[in-house]
Each structure stands twice: as structure tokens, then as C-alpha cells.
């Protein structure tokens, strides 16, 4: 257990809605990382934030945003959804902002878009 | 050309046999990981280097920066190894995913 949590662990949505995955960190870390997997593109980073404020970005769609709040948990709004956006999306956490932290990876999230 | 090359793409060896996994990248990084990935999905970090070697229980990993290339060694190899490993590089705060190499160990 990477002390991360996420919920929902499964989400089944049709194309068109939107959705918001939750994500918890490590107790005392302060950056938190998104991902998405999916069969054709393997494991992308999304966006990090650190202590609240954005502070990388990645391959992330504009329909999607992300938000980290005063408690350090963060959430992950996905909208208008396509099939193509049918994934795991996994969140990880660091005691810090910079690379020499290690990220410990929650469980992730299956969202399905029928 | 991708910026993190992971060889082979599968990987299948007997019980108690020596795994090499190599990785391969393009860019200048300031780390390295190593990530296992059960079929479950869930992702456990194994190492982050920068430089040098690492050594956890049956796993060593090794990097070489002039070289551009890590390599993730297995001793002993186990049934429970089977996963999918997977190298990242840290560049600009990012970072990128090679495909993964899928090993899987036979009594």
C-alpha cells in the first residue's frame, strides 16, 4: 500500500459527460501527479502540482483540467468525453517538487466511455 | 524515435534464471525510474536513479549517463516477478514512459 488513494476505483460514463476523479496523497507530500494509460499510448503525465499551484504540464487535453486543494487532495475533471479517453488514470505523490523525489503511485482509476 | 526505448519488448525465462531489462533514452534527464506494474494495473516505483547502481532484495538497477542507457537486473528470478516493468526519465519536471517490458517467469 503506496499510502495514495483514489476514488472512484471504476467509472462508467457515456461519451459526452464529464466525470472527476479524486485523488488523496501520502500523508505530508505536497506534489501530486497525474497519468493516463491507455492501450494505444502507454502511460502519459498529465500535470503536477505542487503545495497548490500548477507546476508541470504534459499531454493534457483541454477539456481536461485539475485542481490540487488546500488539504493537498486533488481532483481531475475530464469533459465532454470520447471514447478515446477510455483509460487508467493514476495519480502518485512526492514529499517534494523537484526530481530528486521519489513518486509513489495510488491504485488508479479505470474510466470506461461507452 | 521515441525518447525512452525499452528492450526486449517481452521477456519469458524459467524460474531462477538472470533477467536484464535495458532502457535507452534521447534526452537529457536529471532521474531515472523503474516502475512495476502488476496485471492488476497497480504501479509500484522500484528505483529512481541518477547515477550509479541500486541494489533492493533481488533487483539492481545500474544507469549510465554518458551512455544514456539503465538497465534493471533480477537475481533469482521468481514467479511473483511477472509484471510489466516499466523505465521513466525525468526531463523539465516531466516524465516520459517507455512501452514496458512484459516478463514473465515459468516454474
Known amino acids: 500500500d503506496s499510502g495514495v488513494t483514489q476514488t472512484p476505483k471504476h467509472l462508467i460514463t457515456a461519451t459526452g459527460q464529464r466525470v472527476t476523479l479524486r485523488c488523496s496523497p501520502r500523508?505530508?507530500?505536497?506534489?501530486v501527479y497525474w497519468y493516463q494509460q491507455s492501450l494505444d499510448q502507454g502511460l502519459q503525465f498529465l500535470i503536477q502540482?505542487?503545495?497548490?499551484?500548477?507546476?508541470a504540464k504534459g499531454n493534457i487535453l483541454e477539456r481536461f483540467s485539475a485542481q490540487q486543494f488546500p488539504d493537498l487532495h486533488s481532483e481531475l475533471n475530464l469533459s465532454s468525453l470520447e471514447l478515446g479517453d477510455s483509460a487508467l488514470y493514476f495519480c502518485?505523490?512526492?514529499?517534494?517538487?523537484?526530481?530528486?523525489?521519489?513518486?509513489?503511485f495510488g491504485p488508479g482509476t479505470r474510466l470506461t466511455v461507452t | 524515435k521515441n525518447e525512452v526505448e525499452q528492450s526486449p519488448q517481452n521477456l519469458t525465462a524459467q524460474e531462477g534464471e538472470f533477467i536484464t531489462i535495458n532502457c535507452s533514452y534521447s534526452?537529457?534527464?536529471?532521474?531515472l525510474h523503474w516502475l512495476q506494474q502488476h496485471p492488476g494495473g497497480g504501479i509500484v516505483s522500484l528505483f529512481m536513479?541518477?547515477?550509479g547502481k541500486k541494489k533492493h532484495g533481488r533487483l539492481i538497477a545500474t544507469i549510465n549517463i554518458q551512455e544514456k542507457h539503465s538497465s534493471l537486473h533480477i537475481t533469482a528470478s521468481h514467479p511473483r516477478d511477472s509484471a510489466v516493468y516499466i523505465c521513466?526519465?525525468?526531463?523539465?519536471?516531466?516524465?516520459?514512459f517507455g512501452t514496458g517490458t512484459r516478463l514473465t517467469i515459468i516454474p
Open positions: 502518485a505523490s512526492s514529499g517534494g517538487s523537484a526530481s530528486l523525489y521519489e513518486q509513489y
Open positions: 500523508s505530508g507530500d505536497l506534489s
Open positions: 502540482y505542487y503545495n497548490g499551484e500548477e507546476r
Open positions: 534526452v537529457g534527464i536529471s532521474a
Open positions: 536513479l541518477s547515477s
Open positions: 521513466a526519465v525525468r526531463a523539465n519536471e516531466k516524465l516520459t
